[in-house]
């Protein structure tokens, strides 16, 4: 593993919240991730977890630490070359969705690719490909309120990846959905990672996401308590 340049590194991370005496959500963190990695951050309620993929995925700033996505440093980056970050090199998977109500499952998974100047044939073609990939290819025309959480989720997932992105962060993706749904997502993430390579690093409190992790990073306290490989 440590052959191989990471692709997210961070460096004593902190991120402080003003509340009363102030609130360490994430205390002095430093870890990498590596090509290839499903990573598992996992932990009790309120110990940091969604705050550091947060961090990680450039959706916030750190209080103090450091954040470098391949040789990119997030402190060097204004708000807009740091959105742009996110648009290519970074794709997120969120609990509730967050699908575009009143566009069909191929124009939510368009929409990304047409941010960043795609061809709209090249977009056309590739959102084809990722929804037959996720097994969504009947339901491409049918928006979000005419599709199961389980579908909601797996269009989600197609859209994370659009933009070819060199990590996707996701947050409780399972934690709206139900059993079935939720391993059919698990099940969708391990076969990317394990067929395409792609490098995952998933929050949840779920046992049963365990089973899938190549890596099983354990947190309290706003810092990595042990890791399990």
Sequence with gaps: MSEKAAIVTATDL?????????????????????PGEFVLL??????????????LGGLDRPTFGEVMLQDQRYSDLNENSLARMRRTKVGFVFQFFNL??????????ELPMRLIGLDVREAQRRCQDLLESVGLSDRMDHYPHELS??????????????NE????????????????????????????NEESGQT????????????????IVYMRDGAIEREEV
Excluded: W
Aim: charged fraction near 20%; glycine fraction near 8%; aromatic fraction near 4%.
């Design 200 to 215: 995952f690093v998933v929050v949840s409190h779920d046992d049963a996401a365990r089973n899938y992790a190549s890596r």
């Design 42 to 55: 996992t932990g009790p309620s309120g110990c940091g977890k969604s705050t550091l993929l947060n961090l």
């Design 165 to 192: 992105p060199e990590v996707v962060l996701a947050d409780e993706p399972t934690g709206n959905l139900d059993t079935h749904s939720s391993a059919e997502v698990m099940d969708l993430f391990r076969r990317l």
């Design 149 to 162: 959480g389980g579908e909601q989720q797996r269009v989600a997932v197609a859209r994370a990846l659009a």
């Design 100 to 109: 575009l109500p009143d566009l069909t499952a191929k124009e939510n998974v």
């Design 14 to 34: 902190t991120k402080i919240f003003l509340v009363g005496a102030g609130v360490r959500a994430v205390d002095g963190i430093s870890m990498r991730i590596y």
